[in-house]
């Protein structure tokens, strides 16, 4: 009996032996058997590498990849050795007559060679990187913030800058026009902008506060503005490709930058910095300049540089071609050639572009994009923007480096997904445009869902089926983009927006991923739009926020990193769109807290009320009135400015805010914390 067990059990290791043999040669000298343990180790190092030296690294999307490939590999190696050693140990003890000890390490060795071969053909075909899709997580930050404070992005929203009641699609009611544009409103938002930018407590200071920090990356020393230095703003005038011979607009619907936020912004620069008329420049050089804006800006300031493509009359100025030429990173692997694609003959590679001579004369450069989606990109802000900086007669040839090159929902060339080479990244980070780009303002008052759209009334709250009626400002251009492409995929759903949602495209935001990291770029190409060897840095950070109602980044969250949304939302904000949400009254956390100088707070009252908003310190001595008034059924957020406190600034601490609704049916009452710091 004993020497039948004996017999059976050597029998059964044999066939494990020769199972084993089997498996190792049918995979032999195959790609598949050696895809995973080479894939395994490099993703072993990567993290060790890259996550020993930056632990922050471990949220990023490429480790969420190759984290569970190392930590597989790792069990891999402890298979192979179980397996071979519970196998050397189990015929030793058979050998011995210890037949239930042998049986036990018969089965580890078992369950080992098990997930050997389970796991080595599964994770050779199924484990290799795939960035086809991914996940919009919430709050996983790459790259390294910009800024003064880094990672800031500023949202003002105000409904009253523009009229609800216009209409773009009538050309007599066109949404450019002064009477749908309320002036003093728009200069609030844009004064209310900067200074929460800089937290600084006037525009002037705001000003010299970028201009600073600008200066000292550049190695010019913390300086601010000097007399005589070029300022050139770049709008957006995609429609501006024909007019009419009096410069009027014949594509009037189109959404494109404010004129009116340019007027503001004008002010900014010649009434609050003192730069000279003459050393300011305007334009969208591939375009014309439309005759409402040359009024508009003219009527102020007559002396300004207005850059047209071609035409010198009525005021405008040629603008002309520079010397600096930008490399595109993909050496001619993945844009068009044709297309007025260069001149062979001249010995430049096809792959190069020419600049408007504005960009090499220029000292600083702020680029003024129009908030939107777009057909092929599926976004387009300030990357998007330099398609009409070069001096080609179109940018057919750079289509290739967008998401949907020939427009959807034509996908014959469709680069959905992600890790691919996108031409925005080098548009981003040419040192000519990066290095000089002393602000990032965007302006989203008409915002569209595609390129050449009229403007759409936004569903989200605060818009409640009104106009966005928005600027957004940063000193990081990688975080607003980030943020204005979340309220760009969140506001253009089929549910929003039926047949208008190209921020949904597969890709919108792998630009912005590419230019926060490194990691996320594609294999084989290295971004360096300068062509002197030297790859491009992190250009500012990524993430997404936590959710459309809260629209909190790490930052708004209490972490030391990512991105921070400071959110300052007009009091008059309408009716909101949830009726549900009016069921009651409502206090919410104030946002950002902690804060340093300026805070946001909401609430909802159901009916028409005596509402009172004061703020007291932890003494239950009274700081602030913010709200002593009649006000009717709405969703609320008002500004404490806790910098201008008498005078100064309110002492760091703890602070209440308190809530009294007053109406027929009773009274309503209730209070949160707020944390101020230096």
Same mark, same amino acid.
């Given at each position: 009996?004993?020497?039948k ?6 029998l059964l ?7 084993f ?5 049918k995979?032999?000298?195959s ?6 343990p080479i ?8 993290v ?13 999307p490429c480790?969420?990849?190759?984290v569970p ?18 196998f ?12 239930s ?10 369950a080992g ?5 389970l796991?080595?053909?599964q994770? !050779?075909?199924?484990?290799t ?6 996940e919009l997580? !919430? ?5 390294e913030?910009?800024? #003064? ?5 500023v949202w003002?929203?105000?409904p009253?800058?523009t009229?609800? /009641?216009?209409n773009?699609w009538?050309?007599?009611?066109g949404w450019?026009k002064?009477?749908?544009n309320?002036?003093g409103?728009i ?7 900067v200074m929460?930018l800089?937290?600084?407590s006037?525009?002037a200071?705001a ?11 550049r190695?010019?020393?913390?300086v601010?503005?000097?007399s ?23 594509n009037y619907?189109t959404?494109e930058t ?10 900014h620069l ?10 300011i420049?305007?334009g969208?050089?591939?375009?014309h300049?439309?005759?409402l ?13 207005y850059?047209?493509?071609n ?8 603008a ?5 030429m930008i ?9 068009r &050639? ?9 010995g ?22 129009t908030?939107k989606?777009?057909?092929?990109a ?5 990357a998007?923007?330099h398609f009409g ?6 940018a ?6 967008l998401v949907?090159?020939d427009?959807?929902?034509?996908e014959?060339?469709?680069?959905y997904?992600y890790?691919?080479?996108r ?9 000519l ?5 002393? #602000?990032?303002?965007?302006?989203a008052l ?10 759409s009334?936004?569903? *989200?709250?605060p818009f409640?089926?009104d106009?966005?009626s928005s600027?957004?400002?940063s000193?990081?251009?990688? $975080?607003?983009?980030? @943020?204005?492409y979340?309220? *760009?995929?969140? &506001? ?6 039926p047949g ?12 912005i991923?590419q230019a ?8 084989? #190409? ?8 030297t ?11 936590n ?9 708004n969250?209490g972490?030391n990193y990512?991105?921070e ?8 904000g309408?009716v909101?769109e949830?009726i &549900? /949400? ?11 807290n902690?804060?340093k100088?300026f /805070?946001s ?10 509402v ?10 009274? #700081?602030k ?6 006000q009717?059924?709405? /969703?609320y957020? @008002?500004?404490?400015? $806790?910098?201008q406190e008498?005078g100064s ?7 209440i805010y308190r809530?009294t ?9 209730? !209070? ?7």
């Open positions: 009996m004993v020497g067990v004996k017999e059976n059990i050597g290791l044999k066939h494990i032996k020769h199972h043999k089997r498996t190792k040669n995979y032999t000298g790609k598949s058997v050696l895809l995973f894939i395994g180790l490099l993703s072993l190092l990567w060790i590498v890259r996550v020993g030296t930056k632990p922050s690294r471990l949220r990023y480790m969420k990849v190759a490939t190392a930590t597989t590999f790792v069990a891999y190696i402890i298979a192979i050795f179980t397996s071979l050693f519970s050397r140990k189990a015929r030793e003890n058979l050998r011995k007559s210890r037949y000890l042998a049986i036990i390490l018969l089965l580890v060795s078992i060679g098990t997930f050997l071969i796991h080595t053909n994770y !050779a075909s199924a484990q990187v795939n960035l086809k899709t991914r997580e !919430a709050n996983q930050p790459m790259g913030e910009k800024g #003064i404070f880094p990672g800031r992005v003002v929203h105000d009253d800058a009229d609800e /009641t216009c773009p009538n050309q007599s009611d450019y002064n009477e749908n309320d002036q409103v200069d609030a938002m844009l004064d209310t902008a929460a800089s937290e600084q006037t525009v200071n000003w010299d506060a970028f201009f600073k920090y600008n200066n000292s990356n190695s010019k020393g913390n601010g503005y000097q005589g230095e070029i300022i050139f703003i770049k709008i957006n005038r995609t429609s501006a490709y024909s007019i009419a011979g009096d410069f009027s607009r014949i619907q959404s404010s004129p009116h936020v340019i007027l503001a912004l004008l002010k010649v009434d609050e910095v003192g730069v000279a008329e003459e050393d420049y305007i969208d050089p591939m375009k300049i439309y005759k804006d040359y009024e508009l800006w003219h009527g102020e300031f007559p002396d300004i540089h850059l047209d493509h035409r010198s009359d009525a005021g405008r100025e040629v002309e071609v520079g010397s600096s490399h595109y990173s993909d050496s001619g692997e993945v844009l &050639e044709g297309w007025n694609w260069g001149d062979a003959s001249s430049d590679p096809i792959y190069d572009d020419y600049f408007y001579a504005i960009f090499d004369d220029c000292d600083y450069l702020i680029n003024v994009p908030l989606g777009h057909k092929r599926g976004v387009t802000m300030f998007k923007n900086s070069h001096t080609r007669s179109s057919q040839h750079l289509h290739m480096g949907v090159p427009e959807y929902p034509n014959q060339n469709a680069r997904g890790g691919k080479y031409v925005l990244v080098d548009l981003l980070s040419w040192e445009l990066r290095e000089k780009s002393v #602000i990032y303002l965007m302006d008409w915002s569209a869902g595609w390129e050449l759209d009229a403007p009334k936004w569903v *989200l709250s409640n089926n106009w966005s600027i957004f400002i000193q990081d251009p990688v $975080a607003i983009e980030s @943020v204005g979340d309220f *760009l995929r969140t &506001e253009y759903t089929s549910e929003n927006h208008n949602t190209y921020p949904q495209l597969e890709g919108a935001d792998d630009h991923e926060a990291d490194s990691d996320n770029w594609p294999s084989g #190409i290295e971004y360096d739009p300068e062509n002197d060897g790859p491009i840095p992190s250009l500012g950070v990524h993430e997404h926020w959710n459309a109602t809260d629209r909190q980044y790490s930052r969250l972490e990512g991105i949304l400071v959110s300052i939302l007009s009091s008059q309408g909101a949830d &549900e /949400t009016l069921a009651k009254p409502m206090l919410y956390q104030n946002s950002p902690p804060f100088n /805070t707070i909401k609430y909802n009252i159901a009916d028409r009320a005596n009172e908003l004061l703020v007291y310190n932890t003494m239950g001595q009274k #700081i009135t913010l709200v002593n008034e009649n009717p059924q709405g /969703t957020s @008002v500004i404490w400015d $806790a910098s008498n600034k309110a002492p760091n601490g703890v602070y809530l609704v007053i109406t027929e049916d009773g009274v309503f009452e209730d !209070a949160n914390k707020m944390l101020l710091i230096k």
